[in-house]
């Protein structure tokens, strides 16, 4: 706003003044709330920054070598689930990390619709299916349990070809829960026939919830899906 508009409305030089005088004001006051929203987005922008920082971290930490330094006998490939109600992989994984030395519990992966995580070293005895199954299993897979059944089915599509993956990776057949000691085993079938020291019913108490029974698990783990393949996060 510059004077000679105000005069060209006829006002005095008192009244344009006090004009004057408010402009400036309200120009110096959004100024500052500029400068404060400025400092404001900065501040966010870093929390942002850490948060992604961290977030890298988190992923190299899990993919971290540690755990057993014993090799498995390759002779099955473990189905978990994880029986957290929607616990999404970067938790799961960050807490067996975390507890490795503590509670001696973790796989080899973790896995959601989203993101597989590496725990412990592959074809390495992990601590998670108990005794004499973890010597045999060169891979063990935890799969994230969701309420929302888009999820549930998008992360067991990503489960059923990793567990493929991991079986023609070490030579083991596909077949589920069978009479063969060799093959894809879940931790329940372990429990049953004196393979684990544990009392898990896992992935049992959880697939029939999203619609997937013995029959529809073992075909799939046959057959796998096309484009449901996730890269390892690590």
């Known amino acids: 706003m510059k004077r000679e508009e105000l005069k060209k409305l006829a006002l005095t030089d008192g009244q344009i003044d006090k004009v004057m005088g408010l402009h400036d004001a309200d120009v110096e006051a959004m100024k500052t709330k500029t400068d404060e929203l400025g400092k404001t987005n900065e ?4 929390q942002i920054a850490e948060r992604d920082k961290d977030l890298k971290t988190l992923k190299k930490q899990t ?20 029986a957290t109600p929607n616990g999404e992989a970067w938790a799961i994984s960050r807490n067996m990390k975390n507890g490795i030395n503590v509670s001696q519990t973790y796989v080899h992966f973790v896995i959601d619709n989203k993101s597989i995580y590496q725990v412990g070293e592959l074809g390495y005895v992990a601590w ?9 299993a060169p891979v063990q897979i935890e799969l994230c349990e969701f309420s929302n ?9 990503h489960y059923v070809n990793w567990l493929r993956w991991s ?5 083991i057949p596909l077949a589920l829960d ?10 329940s079938w372990l429990v049953q026939y004196g393979y684990s020291n544990t009392d898990h019913v896992a992935p049992w108490q959880y697939l029939p919830k999203i619609g997937v029974s013995r029959a529809k698990f073992a075909h799939d783990l046959t ?6 393949n996730i890269a390892l996060t690590r």
């Open 43 to 46: 501040s966010l922008q870093s």
């Open 128 to 136: 998670g299916a108990g005794s004499p199954a973890n010597n045999l």
């Open 63 to 82: 993919g971290d070598n540690e755990g057993s330094s014993q090799l498995a006998t390759p002779k099955l490939i473990i189905a978990h689930s994880t």
């Open 223 to 228: 057959k796998g899906f096309s484009g449901a």
């Open 178 to 187: 069978t009479g063969s000691y060799r093959g894809i085993k879940t931790h």
């Open 149 to 157: 059944h888009r999820r549930a089915m998008k992360a067991y599509k």
């Open 167 to 171: 079986a023609k990776k070490y030579g």
